[in-house]
């Protein structure tokens, strides 16, 4: 796996020219807490499934040239929960276009089978793959802010498997005639991504981290 912590202005440059032709990017964030209007964004992360980028705005770096990835219409934007994710970017002054939200998709996909929708356990069941939650209790307000290797690894693992997922969602969907009511789901998340959007108004969204 390729990692790339954003630091300086060339590294946000060549994370840039990376990602900016990808078709769709696995996307994720930490953030200090639930709420968009009292937490913090603690990163933001890219993965195209090779290549895997972190920015650690906990350190005081900004996200440069790799906001225009999340505004960038010709690229789907990856969630697992997307509105939890847009709303904090959005909190940000982040703008997000063209989204698609796995766990979403994967609610349609197994409505009445009783399993559970969590990217931990879709993860499971698709690639055989184990995620460690165990270092997401670092993520307090408390936390100093740096970055060490195994809270890199524990972020980019959320985000590198997602394109791929993508893909074996949207087949099953299209096969299984389940894309209009995917589609149906997905609009009132999408809202969070909008700046002037009323996104702290109360539905029946997923809220919380998944």
């Not at 770096?61 to 789907?76: F, V, Y």
């Not at 996909?109 to 698709?126: I, K, M, N």
């Not at 959320?158 to 209009?180: F, G, I, N, Y």
Request: proline share 4%; aromatic share 8%.
């Amino acid at each position: 796996m390729e990692v790339t912590i954003t630091r300086t202005p060339d590294e946000l440059a060549a994370a840039f020219e990376r990602l900016c032709c990808a078709e769709a990017l696995g996307c994720d964030t930490e953030t200090s807490g639930l709420n968009p209007r009292s937490g913090r964004l603690y990163s933001v992360q890219f993965s195209d499934g090779e290549f895997n980028v972190l920015v650690p705005l906990s350190e005081g770096i900004k996200m440069g040239p790799l906001s225009e990835l999340l505004a960038d219409e010709r690229i789907t934007k990856i969630f697992h929960n997307a509105r939890f994710d847009l709303e904090f970017l959005s909190a940000a002054g982040h703008v997000v276009k063209n989204v698609f939200d796995t766990m979403i998709a994967e609610k349609v996909l197994t409505r009445g089978a009783r399993q559970s929708a969590s990217l931990a356990d879709t993860l499971y069941r698709y690639f055989a793959v184990d995620l460690d939650k165990s270092q997401r209790a670092k993520f307090t307000r408390k936390w100093d802010g740096v970055w060490t290797d195994d809270l890199v690894d524990y972020a980019l693992s959320d985000v590198v498997h997602l394109p791929s997922l993508m893909r074996e969602q949207s087949a099953w969907l299209d096969k299984l005639a389940l894309t209009p009511q995917y589609d149906e789901l997905i609009r009132p998340v999408l809202a969070a991504a909008e700046p002037d959007s009323a996104r702290y108004a109360g539905d029946d969204a997923p809220r919380g981290r998944s």
